[in-house]
Every structure is written in structure tokens, then in C-alpha cells.
């Protein structure tokens, strides 16, 4: 069976550090992986996708970047973080056969002090 | 993309059916209808979808307008683990036209 796992849960970061999230897909091959992000109280901005190794679209510009080094493995960073950038981030993927049914990550709970 | 329509939120007493409503009146031919729940403080889980016909499955019912462009999401009994965020989300066949987007969805609050 397929699973999804990111780490880590929660981290606290203060402004202007980097950030790391990464993501892994088990049991499926060629995802297609997503980024969201989700403010407290707020709904769910999709960040990035990517349909394939080294392909990534954004959404929403900002000084969030995301990378796909491998076929499972779906990476979410950043250079200086802001105040901002606090939230809930939810990797997810989907698959074909399912009719691009989508299957999120347990989530990371990011707090930028 | 397809936008969408739903209630920002709904009420419904425990063991009571309920009926969540989506218009998508832009929906392509080829977009099947998704539904997700939220709960809180927990990533979107999968709940139906469906592409013409109504759609049945262990959590829930979907009904699907004959023009597609509205559908209704069927809970029979409500309980209070039903307390969610419901999303109606149009969204491609293939993988390969690639995103997902989430609307705002449908806050159902359940009373017992």
C-alpha cells in the first residue's frame, strides 16, 4: 500500500533562518507531489506541484522554493524565513488510477518567532 | 480551473442526515468531482468522488447534477466525529494537468 510521511511535525524557527520540509511517497512510482500551506484559521493555498523529477510550478511567488531530487521525494525550503511563513504545511500526491484521488502528509507545524 | 461554491458553513444534529452542497457551474467534461473532509488540526482526507453517476462508499454518498454542474454530498447520519471541513474540489482526470486547488469549503458543525 501507499503511504506519505513528512517530517518534521513541528519546528520553531526564528525569522530569517532556513527552512527544510521533506516529503516521501512509499509504494507508487511517478506521483504527482503537492505543497500547501494553511494559516491558522485560514484554507488551503496550494504552494507547488510537480508532475515529475526536477519539474516544480508554483503557484504563489514568495521566498518559499521547492525541489524534486528524486522520484518520491518532495522537498520545501527556504533561504530567510518570514513571520509569514507560519502555518500548517501539508505534502500530498495523487494517483491516476483513482481519478487523481489526492493523499496528504500527517503535516508540519511551522512557528516563525 | 473549475471554481467552486459552497455554504461557509452548516449545522446538523447528531444522527441526522446531511446534505452538503457544491455548484461548479465551470467544470470541465473530463474533471471528476472530489470531496475531502479536514478535520482539525489534521491534513485533508479523502472522502468520494465521482464523474457522472451518483457515487456510493462507506463514509458518505454523492449525488451529481445531470449537467454536472452542481453535486451534493450525502452524509446519512450524522455524528460528531462528522465535525469537519468539507471541500468540493473539481479536478483532472490525468496527472499529468497536474493541480489541485482547495476552495474555502463547508464548516459542518454537528450538535448532539
Known amino acids: 500500500s501507499q503511504t506519505i510521511h513528512q517530517w518534521p511535525a513541528t519546528l520553531v524557527q526564528p525569522v530569517g533562518s532556513p527552512l527544510s520540509l521533506e516529503c516521501t511517497v512509499e509504494?507508487?512510482?511517478?506521483?504527482?507531489l503537492y505543497w500547501y500551506r494553511q494559516a491558522a484559521g485560514r484554507g488551503l493555498q496550494l504552494l507547488f506541484y510537480s508532475v515529475g523529477i526536477g519539474q516544480i510550478s508554483s503557484e504563489v511567488p514568495q521566498n518559499l522554493s521547492a525541489s524534486r531530487p528524486q522520484d518520491r521525494q518532495f522537498i520545501l525550503s527556504s533561504k530567510k524565513l518570514l513571520l509569514s511563513d507560519s502555518g500548517f504545511y501539508l505534502c500530498?500526491?495523487?494517483?491516476?488510477?483513482?481519478?487523481?484521488?489526492?493523499?496528504f502528509g500527517e503535516g508540519s507545524w511551522l512557528t516563525v518567532v | 480551473d473549475a471554481k467552486t461554491t459552497q455554504p461557509n458553513s452548516m449545522e446538523s444534529n447528531e444522527e441526522e442526515p446531511v446534505h452538503l452542497p457544491c455548484n461548479h457551474s465551470t467544470i470541465s467534461g473530463t474533471d471528476y468531482i472530489h470531496w475531502y473532509r479536514q478535520l482539525p488540526s489534521q491534513g485533508p482526507e479523502y472522502v468520494i468522488h465521482g464523474l457522472t453517476s451518483n457515487v456510493n462508499n462507506r463514509m458518505a454518498s454523492l449525488a451529481i447534477a445531470e449537467d454536472r454542474k452542481s453535486s451534493t454530498l450525502i452524509l446519512h447520519r450524522a455524528t460528531l466525529r462528522d465535525a469537519a471541513v468539507y471541500y468540493c474540489i473539481p479536478g483532472p482526470m490525468r496527472r499529468s494537468q497536474g493541480n489541485l486547488i482547495f476552495g474555502k469549503g463547508t464548516k459542518l458543525s454537528v450538535k448532539p
Open positions: 509504494g507508487t512510482s511517478n506521483p504527482n
Open positions: 500530498a500526491w495523487t494517483r491516476e488510477s483513482s481519478g487523481n484521488t489526492i493523499y
